[in-house]
């Protein structure tokens, strides 16, 4: 396919003018339509060659392996205005996604707004909202460039940088995160420790089952399992056709999860220490029925290393030839000083997880996640913000009455959700609420249009 050259922003409109768009994944793609669509000029930026981002199992960033697929099923994770198609599987492997996203691309004719293989070295106000940003980048050449913007809208993903932990003691053997795996041959008679057992780590153990010698899963805490197919249809397209307070839902989803799950702590699991839903769910059909089978083994935390034996908090150890740490990813944003972002302990404290407080020239895109929220609750949390710039732009009374409410106080849109304390649930949501929330706020912006 070809990919549109690295090449100076266009000149077509006053730079001051020009939004500076840093990222061309799916919330980058997202951004860039809904630019497009309200008639804000912009520039955008991607590090890969082409769209993607971390789908593309071939971009510098990637953080894909051969055998990842959606944890969500196609039609609750699909843009709405772009519906995958029906050859496409149920849990669609990372093939699938990269070539949805190429075709969205070209559906919407966005390429032409990137400059690809450009990264972006630095992003620095010129004083206060409203004064412009310059941004300094690098092209494919080495060559480095800068250019001044009316702001810059950051869209580069939240899975591309490791959370590795600090580990005690020395391991002799092969210590890596999941950031670096990519293929089951990597577990080839080896005895393999997965640490973390989120979906990525749930998954990546399934895999160890099949190509190592053995595998144990080390847990910090438990978690809710949920399967991919409930009677015969994906899990996360039942139910939520009616509204139920959530001490209802918990009390019914979790009967529902013991019919088709049992119980995990038969099978060395521990019990979660937090209700439904306060941290998000593990969808996998496999882990559970390999730990029945004996297949894989439960152990606790790690204490310590030493050699390739590990130990564990609860007095167990085990010899190992590779420890895979599925320990999930930080907040990464290395072109922009964090304090421009309005950083808050594990994240930027941003009105509906995107809006400034204060600045109206500086929007972060995508970090946002609740269980079902799929690329549309994305693209709906774009056009939000792309239609604020219209309206800013058109002096209208609702972006006057959203620039004063996001300045006033800060929403997350939980939901009264007590989500547990943990760098990856800063910045969790819940859908509804969320959606809800970005959805009238898009009604208001639309009829002052």
Known sequence: MMQAASRAPEDGAPKRERYAL??????????????????????????????????????????????????????????????MEESVAEYPSHRELKSYFQRFADHFDL???????????RTEPLGGSGEGWRVAWRDKTGETHEDIFAGVVIANGTLSEPNMPDFKGEFSGELIHSSQYRSPRQFDGKRVLVVGAGNSGCDIAVDAIHHGVSCDLSMRRGYYFV???????????????????????????????KWFVGDPQKYGFPKPNYRLYESHPVVNSLILFHAGHGDIHIRADIQRFDGKTVYFRDGASGE????????????????????????????????????HPERDDIFLMGMVEASGLGWQGRHEQ????????????????????????????????????????????????DKATFRNAVNARISKLKGAA
């Open 22 to 83: 840093i990222g061309a994944g799916p919330t980058g793609l997202a951004m860039a339509k809904t630019l497009v669509e309200q008639g804000i000029p912009f520039q955008g930026f991607e590090l890969h060659s082409d769209v993607g981002g971390l789908w593309d199992i071939d971009g510098p960033r990637s953080t894909m392996y051969e055998t990842a697929h959606l944890v969500s099923s196609k039609r609750m994770t699909e843009f709405a205005d772009f519906p």
């Open 227 to 257: 399967p991919k197919y409930v009677f015969g249809k994906p899990a996360d397209t039942l139910g939520g056709a009616v509204k139920l307070p959530m001490w209802l839902k918990r009390k019914i989803d979790g009967m529902i999860l």
């Open 111 to 121: 390429r032409e707004h990137f400059l690809f293989e450009t990264e972006i070295l």
């Open 320 to 355: 190992y030839d590779m420890v895979l740490a599925a320990t999930g990813y930080k907040l990464h944003y290395p072109f922009i000083d964090g304090t421009l972002l309005n950083w808050k302990g594990h994240a930027p404290h941003l009105f509906l997880n995107c809006m």
């Open 382 to 429: 774009a056009e939000m913000v792309a239609r604020y710039l219209r309206g800013l732009r058109d002096g209208t009374e609702a972006a006057k009455e959203l620039r004063a409410e996001k300045a006033a106080r800060f929403d997350r849109a939980t939901g009264g959700m007590n989500y547990i304390d943990l760098p990856r649930m800063a910045y969790y949501v």
